[in-house]
């Protein structure tokens, strides 16, 4: 098990400290885990570590480190839509599938500090299982940030820093300080170990409905979930337990799309956007770092795209809120997305959505 560059294709042992490989390209993790199969499902383990026989853990320190992350319902919404409830976590975000297993990798490692940088959830999650076994956390967010979600990052003992600008200048000032300081870079984007717990989203769909629905919609901005479930589904694939690649729609905020605009002109990387103000900002990503491989899983699987109208996100929010699903405003716009791809495509039924994060953590009007 190594790590391997993007790039070049140098291979580093997955205990180093760098965050991407020395030429520029991010890593990619070098792991095959055994075929997917139920029997080697640790059904007495009631969270994400249920599945560490498909995970690249290289030792037991994810028993100090989960929250019971995980194992979330799906529910019915309603004759068409299936809602996974991934709202049910223990920081209220479904970055907890993958900020434990990291954690987990670098408790294995011996890092005593880490740095993260977040639109709020990600840094919420990496905050609290950093507190959970003692790793110091320095968590740099956008101007905008929700004020609860940044309270929840502090009350985890992480330092929270503010930086005036979008998400994108928020990561560069965080990477300078990684690059300066030589601090453990707990990045979602960066770093691939964090894939191998989104990926779990697939793996309990398939444990609890014993299938995967015909269509996936998937928020994307780094593309933190989206890459998770595309790793899920071709390991199911491969394990022959599904027949074909369900239809896989990523949605975009019409602000902020630039792998949408990619798509239209068959392009093998995005061009960078300019970000103008949406509620969806946790997909308000212009410049996402893997988009090159974004891409080929788009390709590859002939993944389709669907933009989120601006004006429909409050009343998605508010359709689901009153039956009873309280989601912040990224989540309400993946539904709204859903919504919109009906208007263009008509009917689509047997389609599962993932509620992403929860309502109280947003305060937009």
């Known amino acids: 098990m190594k790590f391997f560059c993007s790039k070049c294709a140098r291979e580093e042992d997955i205990s180093t400290r760098k965050p991407k490989c020395d030429c520029g390209g991010l890593w990619k993790l070098k792991f095959t885990p055994p075929k997917f199969d139920e029997a080697l499902i640790d059904k007495d ?3 994400i570590f249920r599945y560490r026989k498909f995970m690249p853990l290289v030792d037991d320190s994810w028993q100090a480190v989960t929250l019971g992350e995980g194992m979330t319902p799906i529910i019915k919404f309603n004759d068409d839509v299936f809602l996974k409830m991934d709202y049910l976590m223990p920081t209220l975000s479904f970055k907890d599938r993958g900020a434990a297993i990291l954690i987990a990798h670098c ?7 880490v740095v993260q940088d977040s639109s709020g959830n990600a840094g919420n999650s990496v905050a609290a299982y950093c507190g959970r076994v003692g790793i110091d956390c320095e968590i740099f967010v956008p101007e905008g940030t929700s004020d609860k979600k940044i309270k929840m990052i502090e009350a985890h003992g992480a330092k929270v820093n503010i930086v005036h600008g979008d998400r994108d200048h928020c990561a560069e000032v965080c990477r300078e300080k990684v690059e300066r300081e030589k601090i453990f870079y707990a990045n979602h984007v960066y770093n691939p170990i964090f894939y191998e717990g989104t990926k779990t989203f697939i793996y309990e769909t398939y444990e609890q409905l014993h299938r ?3 269509n996936i919609f998937i928020p994307l901005g780094n593309g933190t979930l989206f890459i998770g479930v595309m790793k899920g589904l071709e390991e199911l694939l491969d394990a022959g ?3 074909k690649f369900p239809q896989v729609v990523i949605v975009q905020s019409e602000r902020c799309q630039p792998f949408v605009k990619a798509m239209e002109r068959g392009a093998k990387n995005i061009s960078a956007e300019v970000l103008k103000p949406t509620m969806a900002e946790g997909i308000a990503i212009g410049v996402p ?9 788009i390709y590859r699987h002939a993944v389709k795209a669907v933009t989120i109208p601006e004006e429909k996100i409050l009343p998605a929010r508010a359709a689901l809120a009153a039956k009873g699903i309280y989601c912040e405003h990224t989540t309400a716009g993946v539904y709204a997305g859903y919504l919109h791809w009906c208007e263009l495509h008509g009917k689509t039924s047997d389609s599962l959505i993932s509620m992403c994060g929860a309502g109280l953590k947003s305060d937009h009007d």
């Open 212 to 214: 995967v629905p015909e």
């Open 107 to 113: 408790k294995s490692i011996g890092v005593e500090s």
């Open 241 to 243: 337990l599904i027949e």
């Open 289 to 297: 770092s893997r988009a090159e491989e974004i891409l080929e899983y």
């Open 45 to 47: 383990t009631w969270s």
